[in-house]
């Protein structure tokens, strides 16, 4: 079976300082882009839980459950969870398809000291929509190229991805994407909604550890 799920070890120590009022910042920056934004919404853009992300990545890496350091979020937003994964000594990069979106992003990395590389561009790969069992998927929707080949990486050079499918989108869609294009043993954490994280490993041949494990 390629895709298992995994136990998801929540940490449950107090955040750092740093940490919690990075939050708050990014969780204001979203508050006031919908506050003000009086054109046509981004299809009624939503952030995920960022402190129940952050205690699940910090418990997946005091877990050892991880195979190498790189980390891609799909779809980054804002940018917040790029950046905490950054915090955790990821090398961390997100990737948005809105322009609008990580300019903001972009924006709020200023007053952050742990730096994700944002990519404008598709985080799904050539042929991915192939994967797909209906072609009206949100993620289907963006016409911009994978941004893979521009940054000289592809989707198996990242040990864990993590992503919040827009409302609508096909709950299996991710899942076989990154079950057809990701690395043996790399990990997938999907949000899928308040007190719903779920992860999975690839398995299936070898698993090849890369790199460092993160240290916190
Ligand atoms: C529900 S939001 C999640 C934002 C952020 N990851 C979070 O967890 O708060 C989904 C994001 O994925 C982006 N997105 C959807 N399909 C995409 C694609 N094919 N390539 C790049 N970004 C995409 C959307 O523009 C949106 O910002």
């Given amino acids: 079976m390629p895709l298992i799920r995994l136990q998801l070890p929540i940490d449950p120590d107090p955040l750092p300082q740093e940490v919690a009022d990075w939050i708050a910042e990014g969780m204001r920056a979203v508050q006031a882009f919908q506050d003000i934004w009086d054109r046509r919404p981004i299809e009624q853009f939503v952030a995920a839980d960022y402190e129940l992300v952050y205690r699940a990545m910090r418990g997946i890496c ?3 459950y991880l195979t190498g350091n790189r980390f891609g979020e ?6 917040v969870i790029a950046g905490l994964a950054a915090s955790l ?20 990395q200023q007053s ?6 944002l990519y404008e561009g598709n985080f799904l790969p050539t042929h991915a929509e192939q994967l797909a069992t209906t072609d009206d998927l949100p993620s289907l929707a963006h016409d911009q190229l994978p941004v893979y080949g521009r940054i000289d ?3 198996d050079d990242f040990a864990m991805i993590y992503a919040y499918p827009w409302p609508g989108e096909e709950e299996m869609f991710l899942e076989s994407v990154f079950e057809h294009y990701a690395a043996n043993g790399a990990l997938l954490l ?14 299936g041949g070898n ?10």
Avoid: M, T
């Fill in 89 to 108: 000594g990821f090398d961390a990069i997100g990737i948005e398809a809105e322009h609008r979106l990580l300019s903001e992003a972009r924006k709020l």
């Fill in 112 to 117: 952050w000291p742990h730096r994700a590389d």
């Fill in 74 to 79: 799909w779809g980054c937003g804002f940018g």
């Fill in 190 to 203: 999907l949000y899928h909604g308040s007190y719903d994280l779920r992860l999975w490993r690839k398995v």
């Fill in 207 to 216: 698993l090849k550890r890369k790199k460092n494990r993160v240290g916190l």
């Fill in 153 to 155: 990486l592809d989707v």
């Fill in 62 to 64: 005091q877990a050892g």
